[in-house]
């Protein structure tokens, strides 16, 4: 599969099968993702990984210790919450790319920018080795200090993506692009 396969076939991935992701694809995956352009070579990302049951049952605790901070979800009943862990539960590995906040605008931007980048040649890698991905930024998690306390997010430093991740049985059909001739503005 040549490159240009990999990034017009990869889908967001929802339905993940029960075979497991070992650390070691999970760091062979991240070895590979980790040559994203960086500026001044500053690699500003680190990460956080929740992949056995232990580590995934403490992370749904506490994401749903932090939706209930918000009116909408605090009156949910305690069945819906479970169903809930339950579905968190039987993903595969939950993965938080994290990056340092710059003070400077110019390198905060640059930092982000090159994290997401990661974040891409993560999804091509994983698509290209069967594994797919979910990748989010979701504000009631990913902007909540609370939550990002309790998993070990420093003040200086912010989630660029909560990827879900894991092997896939069915690849959802694609959906239309607009094409980049009519995005485009030739000056």
Not at 107 to 123: G, H, P, T, V, Y
Not at 128 to 148: A, P, Y
């Amino acid at each position: 599969m040549d490159i240009a396969d990999v990034i017009r076939d990869r889908r967001t991935i929802r339905q993940f099968s029960e075979r497991q992701l070992t650390t070691d694809t999970i760091l062979e995956l991240l070895e590979v993702a980790k040559w994203a352009p960086t500026h001044g070579l500053r690699e500003p990302w680190r990460f956080i990984c929740a992949a056995d049951e232990k580590a995934k049952e403490k992370l749904s605790d506490r994401i749903i210790g932090a939706l209930e901070e918000f009116n909408r979800y605090k009156w949910l009943p305690g069945k819906i919450k479970e169903m809930y862990k339950k579905k968190l539960m039987q993903i595969p590995v939950i993965l938080f790319v994290v990056v340092k906040e710059e003070k400077g605008k110019l390198k905060r931007e640059e930092d982000f920018a090159a994290s997401c980048a990661l974040i891409q040649n993560l999804q091509l890698y994983g698509w290209e080795k069967g594994i797919g991905m979910i990748w989010s930024i979701e504000d009631t998690l990913c902007g909540n200090r609370t939550f990002c306390d309790s998993i070990g997010i420093q003040k200086d430093e912010r989630i660029a993506g909560m990827l879900y991740m894991g092997y896939y049985d069915r690849v959802p059909k694609a959906k239309q692009r607009t094409s980049a001739e009519r995005k485009m503005t030739w000056l």
